[in-house]
């Protein structure tokens, strides 16, 4: 049995069909792995996007929770020494009522 | 030299050809084992190593009071779990346990209980629930293989205490129990929503898709004012701690409206630790009756003017200071010789009470008790409101109730049902709806239905004239003289209610209930308000003693803090914003 030789254009054709060949193989394998590290970091991205989100409502609340009434009274009262005005010390704006 | 004959070569490649097709076939065999036989069962395992289907929790909607500050909100919080992991030693385990009780805090029955779950091999185990997102970043940050996380939410209450009983409050997984938490819980939950994740081999995140996006909880404005809120639970306490009371009440209404701005109760528990404050829960306003004594007196003189049976200045002896009614004897505090009528009132003489009250037909009496609202819900829009206790005239015992419950006996009312009724003075005639919610959306955007129009109980005019002719004197030289208030008139009527003995199954002297409501200013009314102590001591027990000067407190303040000006210049004088410029140089 004797083998069919090549000839140089069989050649080429069959290693540049072989080098497309890997090198699809190669865009496709880095596409994937590209698509799932951007997918990983677009994830890290909203967790760290939530958590900013949740910071900003905790100090929200915490600041609520700072001026509460109580609090503030007590302040005014005990460190900053404030009482209550006379009734003669008071300035009316005027006689409408707002709540 | 061996030569390769095409016979050689031929059995060769047989041979080759035959291992080829048996690895081929076993590989197809394999395959068809993979893809057909176990394909449903390998499928479903595939999907579990590399997706999640996560329920995301809707968010609560939050609770403001009328100006906006939040007084209930939700945040993040996390569940830590464990599971399993194949081919992790008992000592890895343990290793495991004690890395994550260093972070979480656990105690060493946690450990045990987790540990246990582990050699037993279910399929997870809760290390801690209620977990801070910081807490729980700082456990992600170990790395541990077989953690994993439930992401939950927390109702947190920034002013603890402030308006606990219209709070009401939520249990550790947000199911609701009570108060404005229970009653508009449809409003406030929202509809969870779900989406996929799909995590790679080091169950990193990779994807998300949201299949069904939560609905979030719409926001609820109350009628509360915090500030009001604020000033009515501080006077409360104190009263109840001066007096050595068992428990009172507080409520501050918007006599146009019918808004509560404050609803206060003592005793009141820390809204964040709701379940821990069982014996706190009772919202004595609406859910807790009571025999009110004096203040129920205005409907039977409303009952009596209206019908014509009795005149402002017609003349009652009250000099016994008793009147024997059947076997019972209904005395006063005191004697208090002849009275006009407008003076019994204001005396606040059980006599005199009595003799006007028996003019009255038994079922026009019954008849305004109705229409002031007693004997039925207020309609206040919150959970748990009881009717009170009022009896149908059939079941009255002929001689005796009347009379009694003319005084405030027989009939178990709320503070808020006398507040309700007092308040008609104030509304020109009308028995507002009270409420708690301000404003709120059901899940279409459009508004929850409000409630019915105001009924009128008296005539304005009627209304008018037993405020000036009576309710004002009440306060300026009547039974609750000490809650006068030098900068503005006040409208009121006291209450001293013995109360029933349950062992003797008797009324006793030794016990009381006090109350005092009323409205300021009386000529273009601000606030009504009702102040009620149970069981007063300290040798102190009138309502005129005990509330009046609660409420005159509550009221000034709470008059100056909205900016009213004085309708009677104080000693000092008033000072407006305009006299002010112009006294300037």
Redesign the interface.
């Given at each position: 049995m004797i083998r069919r030789k090549w000839s140089p254009r069989e050649i080429a054709l069959g290693a540049a069909f072989l080098a497309a060949l890997v090198g699809l193989l190669t865009f496709y394998v880095w596409y994937q792995t590209e698509a799932v590290h951007l997918g990983i970091d677009t994830g890290q991205r909203e967790a760290e996007i939530k958590a900013l989100h949740d910071d900003i409502l905790k100090l929200e609340l915490k600041k609520t929770a700072l001026l509460t009434p109580g609090r503030v009274e007590k302040i005014a009262r005990a460190d900053l020494g404030l009482v209550d005005p006379k009734t003669g010390e008071i300035i009316y704006k005027d006689k409408t009522v707002s709540r | 030299m061996r030569t390769f004959h095409?016979g050689d070569?031929r059995k060769r490649t047989l041979v080759v050809s035959f291992f080829l097709t048996a690895w081929f076939a076993v590989l197809l065999v394999r395959l068809v084992e993979l893809q057909v036989v176990d394909h449903a069962g390998l499928k479903a395992r595939a999907l579990k190593q590399s997706q999640a289907k996560i329920t995301v929790r809707a968010r609560r909607g939050d609770i403001l009071d009328?100006n906006g500050?939040?007084l209930a909100?939700s945040?993040?919080v996390y569940t830590v779990k464990l599971s399993p992991v194949e081919k992790e030693t008992p000592a890895q385990e343990t290793g495991k346990v004690r890395r994550l009780q260093a972070v979480l805090g656990l105690s060493e029955k946690n450990v045990a209980d987790v540990l246990k779950s582990l050699k037993e091999n279910d399929s997870f185990t809760f290390v801690k629930k209620q977990v801070s997102?910081e807490l729980a970043?700082r456990v992600r940050d170990l790395r541990l293989p077989g953690v994993g996380f439930d992401e939950e939410s927390r109702r947190?209450y920034?002013?603890?205490s402030?308006a606990a009983h219209v709070l009401g409050g939520v249990n550790a997984d947000e199911s609701v129990q009570a108060g404005v938490e229970s009653r508009y819980n449809d409003v406030l939950k929202g509809t969870d929503g779900q989406r996929i994740t799909?995590k790679?081999n080091k169950k990193?995140?990779?994807?998300?898709q949201v299949t069904k996006p939560p609905v979030p909880g719409r926001d609820i404005v109350l009628t509360i004012?915090?500030?009001i809120q604020?000033?009515a639970e501080?006077a409360l306490a104190r009263a109840v701690e001066e007096h050595s009371a068992t428990s009172g009440t507080v409520i501050v209404l918007?006599p146009a409206t019918g808004d509560i701005?404050a609803l206060a109760n003592y005793p009141d528990y820390d809204v964040n630790d709701y379940t821990e404050s069982k014996s706190a829960w009772l919202d004595r306003a609406i859910g807790y009756t009571y025999e009110p004594g004096s203040t129920f007196k205005i409907v039977a003189a409303s009952a009596a003017l209206e019908k014509g049976l009795v005149g402002y200045n017609e003349l009652f002896d009250c000099s016994a200071g008793f009147i024997k009614v059947g076997p019972l004897i209904i005395s006063d505090h005191e004697r208090m010789g002849v009275l006009t009528f407008a003076r019994v009132l204001i005396d606040s003489s059980n006599v005199g009470t009595v003799k006007f009250a028996a003019r009255l037909a038994a079922a026009d009496f019954y008849a305004m008790i109705r229409r002031f609202g007693f004997g039925g819900k207020t309609g206040i829009d919150l959970p748990a409101e009881e009717a009170g206790r009022i009896r149908p005239v059939a079941q009255w015992n002929k001689v005796v109730s009347q009379p009694h419950i003319a005084i405030g006996y027989e009939v178990g009312v709320t503070p808020l049902q006398i507040l309700r009724a007092m308040n008609v003075f104030a509304a020109g005639g009308r028995l507002v709806r009270p409420r708690v919610v301000r404003k709120s959306t059901n899940f279409h955007g459009s508004p929850v239905q409000g409630p019915p129009p105001d009924e009128t109980v008296l005539a304005e005019g009627l209304a008018a004239e037993l405020t000036s002719r009576v309710f004002e004197k009440v306060v300026e030289d009547g039974t609750a003289k000490l809650g006068r208030l030098?900068?503005f008139w006040m409208a009121g009527k006291t209450g001293t209610a013995q109360r029933l003995d349950p062992v003797l199954k008797a009324y006793t002297t030794k016990s009381h209930t006090a109350s005092f409501v009323g409205f300021v200013p009386s000529r273009r009314p601000?606030l009504s308000l009702i102040v009620v102590l149970d069981d007063p001591k300290e040798g102190f027990y009138y309502g005129g003693q005990v509330c009046a000067p609660i409420f005159r407190d509550i009221a000034r303040q709470v008059l100056?803090y909205?900016?009213?000006?004085?309708e009677r210049a104080?000693?000092?004088?008033?000072?407006?914003?305009?006299l002010?410029k112009k006294g300037t140089p």
């Open positions: - | 095409e070569i009328r500050t939040v909100s945040l993040p997102p970043a947190y920034p002013h603890g402030l799909l790679d990193r995140n990779y994807q998300d004012h915090a500030t604020y000033i501080r918007d701005l030098d900068e601000v100056r909205l900016g009213v000006a004085p104080p000693a000092g004088g008033v000072i407006t914003a305009d002010q």
